[in-house]
């Protein structure tokens, strides 16, 4: 379906001009829908699915000069660089709104650049005091509607065809700053303790991140449990992906570092309880023994003796679960989110003398 739409029929770009995806891509996707509820809004760059409406490049830069104010809305030091060049040399009419993420000092051209924005979003308040302006605390959100628990996790499970009862996820791509080895390491301590469980990892793998995969997976050979622990490659489908969370019975977040961090929020809004680090915005979201548990980073023994604990009572799983999406459905909805970004928004174009 072709959903690409002309410049004069938007007021806001979310322009995605990094070439590698990530959760800045996955976080953009997820609310532009709800946005486009109450704003003409398109995505403009890579890795922006067909059914989201999207404007191109070529055409935005030939007809979006004689366009009325827009916003620019960037989440990357490319689309803050590409904005003020669009509105300071080729005299686009543009509101220049970047959020960001990232819990630490930023480089002295990210600074520069935040400095000429018009309007700063942050998704947590640690990332919020990195930006030395000030800025609106915007959770990210999540679509309820899409992640919700299953009528039957154990039969969603047995769906799969995989060894085991229960299923222990990560989502998220094979790589060191992602947690993936201190999960293995952690699963070769704690599956001989847990014969019904199941670990699965379930994200892609680059091609630069090979030679690490295959070294976890002969870390795991000499365990002997690369039956119980299944590396799931790329899901071609995104629309897989909720169905992988209702099928956990808990889902481990075991980032090094992170900006925010969707998986965690994700998993709650399905009904699983979350083992995290202590990194992105996680620690704001897990109750310790509500709906989770928090670790330290890199910490192979904390993580397993939290997935340990996790894993003791299947029974207790069902509550905490339960905790974990009351939360998310009362705090951190997709519309909530939208509902915030639409309101700096609307503040940019009042200073204009114009209405979203």
């Given at each position: ?5 002309e ?17 800045i ?21 890579f890795?922006?699915?067909s059914?989201i409406?999207?404007?191109r490049i ?12 827009g ?24 509101f ?9 000092r ?129 899901l ?6 909720p ?31 979350v ?36 894993t003791?009572?299947p029974?207790r ?15 951190y ?11 700096v ?12």
């Open positions: 379906m072709d959903r690409h739409v410049p004069s029929d938007c007021r806001v770009i979310a322009p995605c001009l990094g070439k590698r995806f990530s959760g891509n996955a976080s953009m996707i997820a609310v532009l829908p709800e946005l486009g509820k109450y704003v003409p809004i398109a995505a403009m760059g890795h922006v699915p059914d409406p999207q404007i070529r055409h935005f830069l030939l007809k979006g000069r004689r366009g009325p104010w916003i620019w809305h960037a989440r990357r030091n490319i689309d803050m660089l590409v904005g003020l060049i669009l509105r300071r040399i080729f005299r686009f009419r543009l220049l709104v970047f959020t960001s993420a990232a819990q630490r930023h480089s002295w051209i990210t600074r520069w650049y935040v400095h000429r924005m018009d309007a700063l979003i942050a998704t947590t308040a640690i990332a919020a005091s990195f930006l030395d302006r000030p800025a609106v605390v915007v959770s990210h959100g999540v679509d309820t509607q899409v992640f919700h628990p299953p009528q039957d996790r154990q039969a969603e499970w047995a769906r799969r065809g995989l060894p085991g009862r229960y299923g222990i996820g990560v989502f998220g791509r094979i790589r060191p700053q992602k947690g993936s080895e201190d999960f293995v390491e952690a699963m070769i301590r704690v599956l001989p303790q847990r014969p019904d469980w199941t670990a699965v990892l379930i994200g892609q793998t680059t091609e630069e991140f090979r030679p690490f995969e295959q070294r976890l997976r002969r870390r795991l050979q000499e365990a002997g449990l690369a039956d119980r622990v299944l590396f799931t490659g790329f071609k489908d995104p629309k897989d992906v169905g992988w969370y209702r099928a956990m019975s808990v889902v481990v977040c075991p980032s090094r570092v992170e900006g925010f961090g969707l998986p965690c929020l994700e998993a709650m809004a399905s009904g699983c309880p083992v995290a680090t202590r990194t992105g915005a996680w620690p704001e979201l897990i109750r310790e023994g509500q709906d989770g548990y928090l670790v330290p980073c890199q910490d192979v023994s904390a993580l397993a003796e939290a997935i340990l604990k996790v003791a009572d029974a799983l069902v509550q905490m679960g339960l905790r974990a999406r009351e939360k998310v459905a009362e705090h909805r997709i519309e909530d989110e939208a509902a915030w970004i639409l309101e928004y609307r503040r940019l174009f009042a200073d204009r003398g114009r209405t979203v």
